[in-house]
Each structure stands twice: as structure tokens, then as C-alpha cells.
């Protein structure tokens, strides 16, 4: 089993920055990548942001580029969303997972599909 623990949600004003992370604990070893997704009152499901654990290879939805950046610390097993420049429409509970990946399929930018998640954190953004 993978345990994820987010942190770093809050409340900002349209333009601010906030800054998640994600502490993994368990068979940290199983997966080889970590991502995040976010869920939006009525919407569907969105992959945000995913990195594979070399720290190589990264994705994000055309939505956050350019304003999100995601990054790992393998030693501590964590990884961090850093999101700069927020929207309104950037509201939602946000989700760590972990999983098996491959930068070259489909499941890459999917991480909403990843074996495991976390219990998520609510990000708000006023306009």
C-alpha cells in the first residue's frame, strides 16, 4: 500500500500562488510515477500535472502550463505543485496519486487513474 498526504490548499485572490505537497509513505518503491489531479463541484475529473520519479519527464494539461510547475524530492519521498498566476476557474479539490506509468501512453496525462490517491485539498480562487 501507497499512503498519500497533501497539504499546502487554501484560499487566494485571482493572480495569487499557493503551494501543494504531497508526502508519500508505504511500498514507495512501486510506483514510478507521481501526478496530480483536480476535481471541480459538477466536473469531471482532471489531470494536472504528472512526473515520472527519474524526475525526467513531466506533463501538464494545457490549462496550468506555463503557470503550474511540478517537482519531486525522491529522498523524502514527496512531491510539490507549485501554482502561480491562479484563476477562478482553477478551483477545485486537488488530489496527489501514485502510480505506474509510461511517458509514452495514454495513461501519462491521467494520473486521476493512478492506483493510488490522496484524500485531497480544497483550493479556492476568488476572482
Known amino acids: 500500500q501507497v499512503r498519500l498526504v497533501e497539504s499546502g490548499g487554501g484560499s487566494v485572490q485571482a493572480g495569487g500562488s499557493l503551494r501543494l505537497s504531497c508526502a508519500a509513505s508505504?511500498?514507495?518503491?512501486?510506483?514510478?510515477?507521481m501526478g496530480w489531479f483536480r476535481q471541480a463541484p459538477g466536473k469531471e475529473r482532471e489531470g494536472v500535472a504528472t512526473?515520472?520519479?527519474?524526475?525526467?519527464?513531466?506533463y501538464y494539461a494545457d490549462s496550468v502550463k506555463g503557470r503550474f510547475t511540478i517537482s519531486q524530492d525522491n529522498a523524502k519521498n514527496t512531491v510539490t505543485l507549485q501554482m502561480n498566476s491562479l484563476k477562478p476557474e482553477d478551483t477545485a479539490m486537488y488530489y496527489c496519486?501514485?502510480?505506474?506509468?509510461?511517458?509514452?501512453?495514454?495513461?501519462?496525462?491521467?494520473?486521476?487513474?493512478?492506483?493510488?490517491r490522496g484524500q485531497g485539498t480544497q483550493v479556492t480562487v476568488s476572482s
Open positions: 496519486a501514485a502510480g505506474s506509468c509510461d511517458p509514452r501512453s495514454s495513461t501519462w496525462s491521467k494520473p486521476q487513474d493512478y492506483s493510488y
Open positions: 508505504g511500498y514507495t518503491w512501486w510506483y514510478n510515477c
Open positions: 512526473i515520472d520519479t527519474s524526475g525526467t519527464n513531466t
